[in-house]
């Protein structure tokens, strides 16, 4: 239970530092950008690629991070 906790308050960070560090880039439009909190949060994922609706194609795919635009 000791290192439950921790790891519990930790990973809402690290999550928003992986939302805030660079951008997501559409496989199907290439469009790149941020997107919100909750969208990162509740997608499915490996490593850095996420899947995730984009905002301009309005489609779903594994979008992966890009770090510079």
Do not use: L
């Not at 805030?20 to 199907?28: L, M, Q, T």
Request: aromatic letters at 18%.
């Amino acid at each position: 239970i000791t290192g439950f906790i921790p790891f519990a308050i930790m990973i809402p960070f690290a999550i928003r530092i992986e939302q805030k560090a660079g951008y997501y880039e559409c496989d199907k439009c290439h469009y790149k950008y941020v997107p919100e909190y909750s969208s990162v949060f509740w997608a499915m994922h490996m490593g850095r690629t996420r899947y995730m609706k984009c905002p301009k194609c309005n489609q779903r795919s594994w979008q992966k991070k890009v770090i510079s635009k």
